[in-house]
């Protein structure tokens, strides 16, 4: 066998031919997740085949544990100063510090004074974050009860209407636009990871949800980035998506173009025939819509976290949207909204209405719709003329897309001894 492969690979043949022999047998086929990315041992001027584009959603999250709100009483970017140090309060929950303390007193920020409120629980552990010696002091009863890098517990619920950061007197640190993460969570552990506080996709703290849509732009180059190809595909208003592991994605079969859709899509403005539950919620009927009805599969929102449950469970979380499985009730299905701080069905509808709701939700059967914009079919034909280079191909795009991709692979000649 090897000294057949011998003979091929250094036969008097067409390269096209030696390559279909000694390569055709090592095609990968490869489903992308995250690009950039780097294929190895490609073969010159070979295809690559981009059988599917498939969609993402890329949402940025908080689970608020972070229970100390820096901007609770002032604006961004606010600075104040105290005995040789300023201190900047960023928009996303830090602080800048700037300056050294001239040692004849503490450097003090206040935090939460003139009725702000900061409260915590009994029976929790919390722990407070520590840098460069500057200090997170709260008052209790008029007295100091915690101090920056302690771990403690409550024997009751305090409110404490004083809470500060502080560099002492005695810290001859210099700081250079230094960035403070003021932090008081839930966990004993003082290592716990930094967020900013309030929890967000939140109704005080929406979160866009960004989708694969617009123009995609793919481009596949050699090692070093000198040769190219580049590849437009222009969207338009279609949305490639992704919840869980379900995706949408755009393939080709018999010289047609399509969208396989497993998300959809509703935006929410107060217009709905909206109720309200006893335990507050407010809910929308909707046996129309077309909905995934599996316990626990989650949806993605602006405003609101998604959750699923069971119908008849009367337990839905603050500030979330819930899709309820119909399956024992009359109701096919309805839309739950636990955003109970909305004292009346028609303020909450009022709210809608200036805080549109985008909702992105699993299809119980997947909808395929052909592609009939010219501009973007001749665009995915295009695509179709994809190729890789000596050695190296590397594969990149100005969007997160995913790509199940055909390519060769040298192989055989690593065979021969």
């Not at 109704?203 to 995609?216: K, L, M």
């Not at 393939?251 to 025939?273: D, F, M, R, T």
């Not at 077309?290 to 316990?295: E, I, Q, T, V």
Request: charged share 20%; proline share 3%; hydrophobic share 30%.
């Amino acid at each position: 066998m090897k000294k057949y492969l011998y003979l091929i690979k250094n036969a008097k043949i067409p390269t096209y031919l030696k390559y279909w022999l000694m390569y055709s047998s090592k095609k990968i086929s490869l489903l992308i997740q995250s690009l950039p990315i780097t294929l190895e041992n490609t073969i010159k001027d070979l295809k690559i085949t981009i059988n599917k584009i498939y969609g993402n959603i890329e949402q940025a999250t908080r689970s608020g544990k972070n229970l100390l709100n820096t901007l609770i009483k002032r604006q961004a970017g606010t600075t104040l100063s105290s005995h040789g140090i300023n201190a900047t309060f960023n928009s996303d929950g830090t602080i800048t510090l700037n300056g050294t303390n001239d040692g004849t007193a503490n450097s003090a920020f206040y935090i939460y004074n003139d009725g702000a409120v900061l409260t915590l629980e009994s029976g929790t552990y919390y722990t407070l974050r520590n840098d460069k010696n500057v200090e997170i002091i709260g008052y209790y009863g008029g007295y100091q009860d915690f101090v920056a890098n302690d771990s403690f517990n409550l024997s009751d619920t305090r409110q404490y209407t004083y809470v500060y950061v502080q560099i002492p007197s005695t810290n001859t640190n210099t700081f250079s636009n230094y960035i403070l993460k003021p932090y008081i969570g839930k966990s004993s552990v003082t290592t716990d990871t930094w967020e900013q506080y309030g929890a967000s996709p939140s109704p005080d703290y929406p979160s866009p949800v960004s989708t694969i849509t617009g123009d995609v732009e793919i481009t596949i180059s050699n090692e070093d980035n000198t040769q190219e190809q580049n590849y437009s595909i222009s969207l338009g208003d279609i949305e490639l998506c992704k919840i869980g592991d379900y995706q949408d994605y755009i393939y080709k079969e018999n010289g047609n173009w399509y969208k396989y859709g497993a998300i959809g899509k509703v935006i929410l403005n107060g217009s709905e025939s909206w109720g309200r539950a006893s335990n507050g919620a407010y809910y929308l009927s909707v046996p129309t819509w077309n909905y995934l009805r599996k316990p626990k599969m989650i949806c993605k929102s602006n405003y609101f976290v998604g959750f699923i449950n069971q119908q008849g469970t009367t337990y839905v979380p603050d500030n979330t949207i819930a899709f309820f499985d119909g399956t024992t009730s009359s109701i096919i299905c309805e839309f739950y909204c636990a955003y109970r701080e909305k004292a009346t069905l028609e303020d909450f509808k009022t709210w809608l209405s200036t805080h549109n709701t985008e909702v992105y939700y699993v299809l119980e059967t997947p909808v395929i719709t052909e592609i009939t914009d010219t501009t973007l079919i001749n665009q995915l034909n295009a695509l179709e003329q994809a190729y890789s280079y000596e050695d190296v191909t590397n594969i990149s795009s100005n969007q997160n897309i995913y790509l199940d991709i055909d390519y060769i692979k040298r192989g055989w000649e690593n065979e021969i001894k």
